[in-house]
Antibody, heavy 127, light 107 residues
Framework: QVQLQESGPGLVRPSQTLSLTCSVS??????????WTWIRQHPGKGLEWLGF???????YDNPSLKSRLTISIDTPENQFSLKLTSVTAADTAVYYC???????????????????WGKGTTVTVSS | SYEVTQPLSVSVALGQAARIPCGGN??????VQWYQQKPGQAPVLVIY???NRPSGIPERFSGSNSGNTATLSISRAQVGDEADYYCQVWDLSETVTFGGGTKLTVL
C-alpha cells in the first residue's frame, strides 16, 4: 500500500527558506487519479491546507501563502517538495504530506480528500 | 473564502451516540470529508463524500450533509474514539477548507 514520508530540517532560521520533501513508496506518484498535498498544523491548533500538485506539475495553492510557497514534483524520484520562503516563527508547525483522490459529481461539484498521510515532521523556526 | 464552523468540544457517554456538527453556508451543496486525529498522530480519513467510509473504518462512523450543517455521527461511542475531529470541504474558490476541529470526550 502507498506510504508517504516527510523529510527535511527540523530547525530553520527566520527569514530563511523551509524545504521539505515527501517520498512516496508502494505506488507511483504518476497517477491520473490523485493530487499530492502539503498540510500543516501549528502547535495546539487545527489543520491548514498549503497546496496541491498533480503529476503534470499543475498546482492549487492556498492564497494566503501563495507568494512564499512553491510546491514541485519529481516524478523520477517519486517525490514532491515544498519550499516556503522568508519564514517566521508563525511557520513553526508540524508539516504533513498526503495523497489526494478527487472526483467530479456533476453540476460543478468537485471534491478532494486526503486518504493517505505521512506521519508528519516538526519544523521549528528559531534563531 | 468559504468558512466552516465546528464546536470546540463534544461530550458523549460511553456507549451512546455522538454527533459532531460542521456548519457552513449551504454546505449541503458541497461535499464533506471528516478526519480523526489522536494526540501525536497524523489525521485519519473516516468519512469522504459526505457519508462514505474508507475500508477499515468501523460502521459505527457515519456522515450526513444537508442545508447548512454536515454531521459526523459515531454510534456506541468508545474510549478509543476520543480524538479531535475535523470536517473538510473543497470550495469553489479552489481551496481546501478545514473546520477548526472538535474534541470528542467519551465520559
Amino acid at each position: 500500500q502507498v506510504q508517504l514520508q516527510e523529510s527535511g530540517p527540523g530547525l530553520v532560521r527566520p527569514s530563511q527558506t523551509l524545504s521539505l520533501t515527501c517520498s512516496v513508496s508502494g505506488g507511483s506518484i504518476i497517477s491520473g487519479s490523485h493530487y499530492w498535498t502539503w498540510i500543516r498544523q501549528h502547535p495546539g491548533k487545527g489543520l491548514e491546507w498549503l497546496g496541491f500538485i498533480f503529476y503534470s506539475g499543475s498546482t492549487y495553492d492556498n492564497p494566503s501563502l501563495k507568494s512564499r510557497l512553491t510546491i514541485s514534483i519529481d516524478t523520477p524520484e517519486n517525490q514532491f517538495s515544498l519550499k516556503l520562503t522568508s519564514v517566521t516563527a508563525a511557520d513553526t508547525a508540524v508539516y504533513y504530506c498526503a495523497r489526494v483522490p478527487f472526483d467530479y459529481l456533476g453540476n460543478g461539484v468537485h471534491y478532494y480528500y486526503m486518504d493517505v498521510w505521512g506521519k508528519g515532521t516538526t519544523v521549528t523556526v528559531s534563531s | 473564502s468559504y468558512e466552516v464552523t465546528q464546536p470546540l468540544s463534544v461530550s458523549v457517554a460511553l456507549g451512546q451516540a455522538a454527533r459532531i456538527p460542521c456548519g457552513g453556508n449551504n454546505i449541503g451543496s458541497k461535499v464533506v470529508q471528516w478526519y480523526q486525529q489522536k494526540p501525536g498522530q497524523a489525521p485519519v480519513l473516516v468519512i469522504y463524500n459526505d457519508n462514505n467510509r474508507p475500508s477499515g473504518i468501523p460502521e459505527r462512523f457515519s456522515g450526513s450533509n444537508s442545508g447548512n450543517t454536515a454531521t459526523l455521527s459515531i454510534s456506541r461511542a468508545q474510549v478509543g474514539d476520543e480524538a479531535d475531529y475535523y470536517c473538510q470541504v473543497w470550495d469553489l474558490s479552489e481551496t481546501v477548507t478545514f473546520g477548526g476541529g472538535t474534541k470528542l470526550t467519551v465520559l
